[in-house]
């Protein structure tokens, strides 16, 4: 049995859809909440298999809550906002599916209650056109990221510094003295001075800004 919580601050948008899944023998509702922070506390105690989650309400909105929801339920977002940045929160603060109000009937809502209760995800058209979006955004960030870290490595490796090196280059760009690179490293003073000696030379630099500026790629 799919137990059931219904979180909308209308009473007849949750009598609605209490008398849908009526009539599915394997659904029962376990309990509603006006708004999302009773959501919370009710899903706390029920740990429902699905909650069918509206996004404005008072208090507490959908969005605000999803994620805290998302630690006891798998939720299902029933909304008629089709913002993409509303469907985008919603997924990233885990909700398993995503329905329109107006664009799915109670035949659609019962097979995506038993998909999302199944871990599987249901979205409306708009939701996947979204989701697809985010994949395409991330596939770009990802790419981007490696051709950063190759122009990085390979910058690195011209420059012909040591793993010290490296590491004193690191607390330099993050803006440490001699005596904080030092206690860090657990060196003396004197030897990170001569590392910083040999940065300099190897990155033509006549001093500490330069060195940054070189090594992270400014010029």
Same mark, same amino acid.
């Given at each position: 049995m799919i137990e059931v919580l219904i979180v909308d601050d209308n009473?007849?948008?949750?009598?609605? $859809?209490? +008398?849908? $899944?009526?009539?599915?023998?394997? &659904? @029962?509702?376990?309990g509603e909440a006006p708004d999302g922070r009773t959501a919370v506390t009710v899903a706390r105690r029920l740990r429902p298999g699905v909650t069918l989650l509206d996004h404005r309400m008072p208090i507490a909105d959908g969005l605000s809550v999803v994620s805290q929801l998302a630690e006891y339920s798998r939720v299902l977002v029933l909304t008629s906002d089709d913002a993409d940045e509303l469907? *985008? +929160?919603?997924?990233?603060?885990?909700?398993? +599916?995503?329905?329109?109000?107006g664009e799915f009937d109670p035949a659609e809502l019962l097979r995506a209650v038993? !998909?999302?209760? *199944? +871990?599987?995800?249901?979205?409306?058209?708009r939701g996947a056109s979204v @989701?697809? !979006?985010?994949?395409?955004?991330?596939? %770009?960030?990802?790419?981007?990221? *490696? &051709?950063?870290?190759?122009?990085?490595?390979a910058r690195r490796e011209r420059f012909g510094? @040591?793993?010290?090196?490296?590491?004193?280059? %690191?607390?330099?760009?993050a803006g440490h003295a001699n005596a904080a690179i030092a206690r860090q490293l657990l060196l003396t003073e004197k030897t &990170?001075?001569?590392? $910083? *000696?040999?940065i300099f030379t190897k990155l033509q630099a006549t001093n500490r800004t330069e060195a940054v500026v070189r090594w992270t790629g400014q010029q």
């Open positions: 009473p007849i948008v949750r009598m609605a $859809l209490r +008398g849908y $899944l009526a009539s599915a023998g394997d &659904v @029962t509702v376990v469907i *985008a +929160g919603m997924l990233r603060g885990g909700a398993h +599916g995503y329905l329109v109000h038993r !998909a999302v209760a *199944a +871990g599987e995800g249901w979205l409306s058209a @989701t697809i !979006a985010m994949l395409r955004e991330q596939a %770009a960030r990802e790419q981007e990221d *490696a &051709v950063r870290a190759e122009g990085t490595r510094l @040591t793993r010290r090196e490296q590491d004193v280059m %690191a607390l330099l760009c &990170v001075k001569n590392h $910083l *000696a040999s």
